[in-house]
């Protein structure tokens, strides 16, 4: 096989070599296949797992060129082989190395600038702040009056409206509030 292929065999060795060879009958024919179709040479034949020819994709790109030259009989030293093999090992190395760690990074610190940031003013905006504004009768309803318990109803709340502190400032019959709270005038501002 040296004599033969002698840089076919510096790329991948005599016995697979031959292997190779034998595939497609000559060395030109080897040499006429893309490294894709090399891939797949030993693949289909009926021969045990162990003995077919599975070349890795870096093996079949660089065998290719090889068999190219041995094909026109252009370097029967090998010295085109040995070169190819040691780029075939380079990159064998590099893919055998481990990934580096990549550590996660954290956020960056928020800046004062963007918790305050501006929003543009207007007569819309104002208006819409003014529409949606809490008025002191929603603030009233909120609030309840402490140490005295809310009358519940148990009919589901079907057009019960919970007042808060707004029932305090209805007045009574006599003109008077409920429960000696404010008035009227001077609960709301």
Do not use: W
Request: proline share 8%.
């Amino acid at each position: 096989m040296v004599i033969v292929a002698s840089n076919l065999s510096a790329v991948v060795g005599t016995a697979f070599a031959a292997k190779l060879m034998i595939t497609p009958g000559s060395p030109t024919e080897l040499a006429n296949m893309t490294s894709c179709d090399v891939q797949l040479l030993g693949v289909f034949q009926a021969s045990p797992p162990s003995l077919q020819a599975r070349p890795c994709s870096h093996l079949a790109s660089k065998s290719t060129p090889a068999a190219r030259e041995d094909s026109i009989k252009g370097d029967p030293s090998g010295n085109i082989g040995i070169c190819l093999r040691v780029e075939v090992l380079k990159k064998i190395v590099k893919l055998l190395k481990p990934h580096p760690v990549r550590l996660p990074t954290p956020l960056p610190i928020p800046s004062d600038a963007s918790q305050s940031k501006k929003t543009r003013g207007g007569q819309r905006l104002r208006k819409n702040r003014e529409r949606y504004a809490m008025t002191d009768m929603r603030n009233l309803a909120n609030k309840i009056h402490f140490g005295v318990p809310e009358e519940s109803s148990l009919d589901g709340g079907l057009g019960a409206a919970d007042y808060g502190m707004l029932l305090f400032l209805i007045p009574r019959e006599d003109g008077n509030p409920i429960d000696g709270g404010a008035s009227i005038e001077t609960g709301l501002s």
